[in-house]
């Protein structure tokens, strides 16, 4: 994985991602941005005459961008892992994807980047050699038990940032929500922790991946009020009025009416499928899940309307999964929003789109 600083066309508005603080009279008088874009090499493999030749990889080009927006400290973060895992019985495959946003600072969510993916990988290491031995006993005999082995990577991963208990006082505040796909050749694995967001695209039709943690959903209200917690409509539906998602790592003031426990979703690899997204909130609190999917949709298929500004964006990177993540969160802050902003698209049309024409 490499980080690279490109700048942008005049008049957008982003700002550095991983930096802290932001000058408001500079950031007002500036007319060039710069961005920070997380990208991994294309699970393609390109000849030296220019054609992509088709390996035996899960995905093909995938890219992300992490943009600090109008926010005055960037607590947002991400990790691309491309052939996480290959299990040793079945042999299959999994790269690994995750967003994460934090609030009350940005330790949680760069402890996640930092740390999320190798737990995993010990957690599926173990599950599978458990398998080799002869244990299966109410497990999936034919891979992972993906519910369990997520279960407990996010448990481990909030113990590691203090949801064991050890925490010290100015961390008790700080939390990240979490969304994270693991992509395999049959099935992509969902896991979500909060109110980041999976959507995959199929025949042209945005499909969730993930629901959204919210503290006035019916069935999270029920469960903070059984936990004996209450939610307040204080500036939109809080726990305890403070924070308006209803899952999370981190956050131990909160405990036990904010919950680490994931939701899992598995879904089987079909031809349909063309692309995925996962975004923090900044994107869908101005986005729909539908516009999403029609922009990258346009821009992997190189039909943007608007030529100049694509062909800009487009000396970023010739992957065009990279592209159309960074115009997604551009697009995000054109539409007025205040957040944070980290975009993750994965190609799944292995060779028909490396390239931008």
């Known amino acids: 994985m490499t980080l690279r600083e490109i700048s942008l066309p005049e ?25 920070e874009i997380q990208r991994l090499k294309s699970s393609c493999r390109e000849s030296q005459n220019g054609v992509v030749e088709d390996g035996d990889d899960t995905c093909g080009a995938h890219g992300g961008v992490s943009v600090m927006g109008r926010r005055r400290e960037m607590e947002d973060a991400l990790t691309m892992e491309k052939e996480l895992v290959e299990l040793e019985l079945s042999k299959k495959k999994y790269d690994y994807f995750g967003v994460y946003d934090g609030h009350g600072g940005s330790h949680v969510a760069e402890a996640c980047r930092d740390r999320m993916h190798a737990i995993l990988l010990e957690e599926i290491m173990r599950w599978d050699t458990w398998r080799k031995k002869g244990g299966c006993g109410g497990g999936d005999v034919e891979g992972v038990d993906w519910e369990k082995v997520m279960g407990k990577c996010f448990e481990r991963m909030d113990e590691e940032v203090g949801g064991g208990g050890d925490e ?54 029920a469960r903070i009020e059984a936990a004996g917690g209450r939610v307040i409509n204080w500036n939109g539906h809080r726990v305890l009025g403070v924070l308006a998602t209803s899952r999370s790592i981190g956050d131990c003031y909160l405990k036990p009416y904010v919950s680490s426990i994931p939701e899992v979703t598995i879904s089987k690899r079909t031809e349909a499928d063309e692309f995925l997204i996962l975004a923090s909130d900044g994107l869908w609190d101005v986005i729909s899940n539908e516009t999403a999917c029609q922009v990258v949709r346009r821009c ?27 115009l997604l969160a551009e697009l995000a802050i054109a539409k007025g929003s205040k957040d944070n902003i980290s975009v993750i698209v994965v190609d799944f049309k292995k060779c028909s789109r490396l390239t931008c024409s």
């Open 11 to 35: 008049g957008i508005s982003s700002t550095a991602a991983h930096t802290t603080t932001v000058d408001p009279q500079k950031a007002k008088s500036s007319r060039r941005r710069r961005v």
């Open 300 to 326: 992997l298929m190189g039909r943007i309307k608007s030529q100049e500004f694509f062909n800009q964006i487009s000396k970023i990177s010739s992957n065009r999964a990279e592209v159309a993540a960074v």
């Open 168 to 221: 010290k006082v100015e961390e008790m505040t700080v939390g990240s929500t979490v969304v994270v796909a693991v992509v395999g050749k049959d099935e992509i694995v969902v896991a979500n922790c909060g109110d980041s967001r999976a959507v995959i695209c199929r025949n042209g039709v945005a499909v969730p991946l993930s629901l959204d943690h919210k503290p006035d959903r019916p069935d999270e209200l």
